[in-house]
């Protein structure tokens, strides 16, 4: 396997602020278009996807919706602040955390809200998460969450924008603490516009989790971090019939991607899967169900570049993110996209 890809990356190309806040729609941002074979690129607009798929592909949407996952408590015993971030969902009513500012101890419970509580029920010197046990669960426990929380922000996000700018158009099932971005550039009106095409749409769940831990010693691998996901059965049938009339599919997302691998047979057959990945996906892994890649742009040495190179060779890869450089493109959750074919 190939060292991480290394490249400078501008400060001025983070992007601070949504494109809605830049004076552009959502699908309005800059989309690279590279091809595989190639590795020739072309620059054009996202609301232009259309003139890139054809009738008979399946385009995969991930349908987790961001929860709100800062939260600000209270410890019990002496009233001490403790700032915590989800970073995993466990079950209905558990979650891993990573206590930003305060300590937390194994039986230490904090206070949300008066309706809201948790206890620590796992702490360990090995790692900076803890396991939170709620007193509430299912919807209940969301309704809190949405009601206390704010968005997870990183560095280059210098205001608080509201958690709506970090939700696609099509989320349905609160799960992720950090938006399934590649997704978002997505309008109901280009979904529609694709569908008049002929285009067919099916959907994953894959809940993204927390992925910095705020000091490098405890970064984790890909194969090391867990996502909850599902592939229904409506769209391991759709996959099958794409694959059957010789349409691509086409995965939103590095989630989806995982997802889909994770379900899919050495055939390429892709059947109804539910559970926990930790897929690691390289420039060695042999793809199975996915034809393309619709994604945002990733910084320098993420492991996301390395699934990159599953669909495209990293050389031709670093010549393209070299070209999005020389284009402005701007960079992470609210920045442009990136098609793969």
């Known amino acids: 396997m190939k060292p991480a890809m290394k490249f400078e990356l501008p400060e001025n190309l983070n992007a601070k602020e949504p494109p809605e806040r830049r004076g552009i729609r959502r699908d309005y941002v800059k989309m690279m278009v590279l091809h595989k074979t190639t590795g020739h690129t072309e620059h ?53 955390a990573l206590p930003v ?52 922000r990183y560095e280059y996000i210098k205001e608080p924008w509201n958690l709506d700018y970090y939700q696609t158009v099509f989320a349905t099932i609160p799960g992720s603490v950090e938006m399934p971005s590649a997704g978002r550039a997505f309008s109901w009106e280009l979904l529609f516009q694709l569908q008049r095409k002929g285009v067919r749409i099916a959907y994953i769940t894959l809940h993204t989790g927390l992925s910095y831990l705020l000091d490098d010693k405890w970064h984790k691998g890909p194969d090391k971090n867990f996502e909850n996901y599902e592939v229904p059965t409506k769209t391991a049938d759709m996959i099958r019939e794409t694959k059957k009339t010789g349409g691509r599919v086409i995965a939103v997302g590095t989630t989806v991607v995982r997802a889909l691998e994770t379900a899919a047979l050495e055939n390429g057959d892709v059947q109804p899967a539910s559970g926990w990945t930790n897929l690691y996906i390289t420039e060695d892994t042999k793809l199975r169900a996915c034809d393309g890649l619709i994604t945002g742009m990733h910084e320098p040495e ?40």
Not at 65 to 80: F, M, Q
Not at 110 to 127: D, G, N, Y
Request: one cysteine or more.
């Open 44 to 96: 054009t607009q996202f609301y232009h996807l259309h003139r890139y798929l054809k009738k008979g592909d399946l385009l995969v949407l991930n349908a987790s919706r961001t929860v709100p996952a800062v939260l600000k408590s209270r410890r019990e015993a002496d009233g001490t602040e403790v700032e915590i971030r989800l970073a995993h969902r466990k079950n209905e009513s558990t979650w891993e």
């Open 101 to 152: 500012a305060g300590h937390l101890l194994k039986g230490d419970v904090i206070r949300f809200s008066p309706t809201l509580t948790a206890a620590v029920v796992h702490a360990s010197t090995e790692s900076p998460i803890v396991e939170l046990a709620f007193n509430l669960c299912c919807s209940s426990l969301y309704n809190q969450i949405y009601h206390l929380g704010e968005p997870v």
């Open 302 to 341: 993420a492991s996301h570049l390395q699934l990159l190179s599953a669909f495209i060779d990293s050389d031709k890869l670093y010549r393209a993110y070299k070209d999005a450089i020389d284009q402005r493109y701007l960079w992470h959750e609210f920045g442009d996209m990136n098609l793969i074919l």
